[in-house]
């Protein structure tokens, strides 16, 4: 009785693992932002995207509330919130 | 061709024609000379495969495993504390279905440090989910290596092999060995090929992570994979017969069964020395004889009852010991007894020859003159009474 033990590559996106974030979840400003893109670097999930100044924000499906996003930003432009806020 | 050959030396020159493409090995006694020799033969250039030099067992494992994984014939030999550590990985071959196969020369376990033949160290692995072979002779150890491949890679199993070889006993020891030539064996092992590999162009993922919705299956799959493994040991043995025309392999040997009233059970080296204290004790009038298990997993239990459930008493000679409790060659012995009820024969275990003590005839008839005694779970033979005097 045997099966290939594989899965297909990228299949881990299905599993939206962002419902494991318990108390906060960033909050991108969008106001001070120079796109240095350390938000993006640091991200262990690699879930922050954006292009140019002020228009970066995270994937909230599959974040985790780390906060290192935040603790990182040399602008202080990404803030931690309660999850109970709204964005 | 009919050579005089260490043991060792035979088990690097099957491997050569097997031609695998990956070899990774760490150094351990009493295992270096099969590597030394794959990687001479690598370094001349005699054996096109990569010898990856590791840092560790644990790493040897871990090559093997990634070669395997990208659909490459792959080779690896330990013993002992190498096999301890190689452990984790060993169960990870397995589980992820990589069909390697590894010579393990058997040696006991640490502490005290020790360097000598046992069964410990592969005792200690035994639920890893591989299938496992035992040789008595350089001859069976060269025949196995061959089956080996041919068991773990058929599309059927896909399960790792680990070939046991008694450390010194036969990886030191010289015997005439009738080597296959490199033809021989192209034709018996064809080359490995599978669709189940990591693969560049079809990126696919190999080791995921399985939550209890469904690890319970894998578990169950590999064991039914064992359950089929007791009939394609057969049919390769049958297969092998066919081309190399000596018996060699299966699931188990038997020797002076037929009528036998007093039988031993081993695996290993000690058979031939049971084999001899069979017929001297047949010249006494003893009706004795020998089970030899060549496949200890899968463990064939079916065709262990066959060829010993009408005895009278049985011996079950085990190489180590599971702490606390029995040899584990006995405990499966008697589970597979047991299922014969009242018929069951009285069925003693007898623990011999760790460390490298030798097991001589004597060892045997002293384990034959304490089987028509009281049935016994665990009873050390031979132990020097003077040094278990406590301080």
Redesign the interface.
């Known amino acids: 009785m045997f099966k290939h033990m594989t899965s297909k590559a990228g299949s881990s996106v299905e599993n939206k693992t962002g419902s494991w974030r318990t108390e906060v979840k960033p909050k991108f400003l969008k106001k001070d932002c120079i796109a240095c893109r350390m938000c993006a670097y640091i991200c262990p999930e690699g879930i922050i995207s954006g292009e140019g100044k002020n228009t970066f924000t995270c994937d909230y499906a599959y974040c985790k509330g780390c906060g290192n996003c935040a603790a990182i930003c040399p602008k202080k432009d990404i803030e931690m919130i309660s999850e109970l806020e709204a964005l | 061709m009919k050579e005089f050959l260490e043991g060792s030396h035979a088990v690097a020159q099957i491997i050569k024609r097997c031609r695998p493409g990956v070899i990774s090995a760490y150094p351990i006694t009493p295992q270096t000379h099969i590597v030394e020799d794959l990687a001479q033969l690598v370094a001349d250039k005699e054996l096109d495969a990569q010898f990856v030099n590791v840092e560790s067992e644990h790493s040897a494992a871990s090559v093997v495993l990634g070669g395997e994984a990208t659909g490459v014939r792959s080779y690896t030999a330990t013993s002992s504390q190498g096999l301890l550590l190689m452990a984790e990985v060993v169960f990870n071959i397995a589980?992820?279905?990589l069909p390697v196969v590894m010579t393990t020369a058997n040696r006991s376990v640490s502490a005290p440090i020790n360097i000598w033949n046992d069964h410990q160290d592969v005792a200690t692995v035994r639920d890893a989910g591989w299938i496992l072979f035992f040789a008595e002779s350089n001859q069976e150890a060269v025949d196995l290596h061959m089956q080996a491949y041919r068991i773990g890679e058929d599309?059927?199993?896909?399960l790792p092999v680990m070939v046991n070889i008694d450390g010194f006993i036969l990886t030191h020891g010289m015997e005439v060995v009738d080597m296959p030539t490199q033809e021989e064996v192209d034709k018996f092992l064809p080359p490995y090929t599978t669709?189940?590999k990591l693969d560049v162009d079809n990126?696919?993922?190999?080791?995921?992570l399985a939550d209890p919705e469904y690890y319970i299956e894998?578990r169950?799959?590999?064991d039914?994979?064992h359950r089929?493994v007791l009939k394609i040991v057969p049919e390769v043995a049958a297969g092998f017969k066919k081309a190399f025309g000596r018996e060699s392999g299966g699931l188990i040997q038997g020797y002076r069964l037929e009528d036998a009233e007093q039988v031993f059970v081993g695996a290993g080296t000690v058979c031939g020395t049971i084999r001899e204290a069979v017929d001297a004790l047949r010249k006494d009038g003893k009706k004795a004889g020998l089970l030899k298990i060549v496949t200890y997993r899968p463990f064939p239990k079916d065709a262990i009852l066959a060829a010993v459930g009408k005895a009278k008493e049985i011996a079950v000679i085990d190489k180590s010991i599971s702490l606390g409790s029995s040899g584990p060659l006995y405990l499966d012995m008697s589970a597979a007894l047991a299922t014969l009820g009242a018929k069951m024969p009285k069925t003693s275990g007898f623990i011999l020859g760790l460390g490298g003590r030798d097991i001589t005839q004597k060892s045997i008839f002293e384990t034959h003159e304490k089987l028509t005694g009281k049935q016994t779970d665990c009873t050390f033979i031979g132990l020097k009474q003077e040094l278990l005097a406590e301080t």
């Open positions: 589980g992820l279905r599309p059927r199993v896909m669709t189940y990126p696919q993922t190999m080791g995921f894998m169950y799959m590999i039914q994979t089929d």
